[in-house]
């Protein structure tokens, strides 16, 4: 099950009372730490690569005139 089905399963209605609401948040807050641990792995990944790719292009020869799609996809050299 996806995250939106998960927060569609949540009951809200209207008439809730203090418990029940009190519960959905603390299950919405949840998920929202959830979902922003998720983002901030997914950018630690982004700089690694990222800090990987700037890495590789200062060890590359200056005088390598591929095309980046030569350089991307295996060009004919």
Request: proline share 0%; aromatic share 6%; net charge negative.
């Amino acid at each position: 099950m996806n995250t939106k089905e998960q927060l569609n399963n949540l009951t809200i209605r209207k008439t809730m009372n203090t418990v029940e609401i009190n519960k959905s948040i603390m299950e919405l807050n949840y998920k929202k730490e959830q979902l922003k641990n998720e983002v901030d792995i997914i950018q630690e990944q982004i700089y690694f690569l990222a800090s990987l790719r700037e890495s590789q292009r200062s060890t590359e020869d200056d005088t390598d005139e591929r095309s980046l799609f030569d350089q991307m996809f295996g060009g004919t050299d």
